[in-house]
């Protein structure tokens, strides 16, 4: 069944969480990306863009709370990306 999702267009303060994810790599939950933009973001601002990221399909999520960016390409055939 084809992917029915709507291309989602990225605010400026989204590629900047996004941008970060990829910079830093990893897991990471609302509460930890609330600490690390601290003051920037307040805690409903980063859940808003976290949820952002997840419609656009350019994260991955993790037991519905931690997303990590999705790579900008595709592992090497027999590269593991869970190995982190």
Known sequence: ???AR???E???EAS???TMLRREGGWWDVSRLTHHWRPTWPEAEV???ARTLRQSGQV??????AIRARP???SPIGG???AH
């Open 72 to 74: 900008l390409h595709p």
């Open 6 to 8: 709507r291309p989602v």
């Open 80 to 82: 593991s990306r869970d």
């Open 47 to 49: 859940e808003q863009l």
């Open 16 to 18: 900047a969480l996004l």
């Open 1 to 3: 069944m084809a992917d």
């Open 10 to 12: 990225l605010s400026i």
């Open 60 to 65: 991955d999520v993790r037991f519905d709370r």
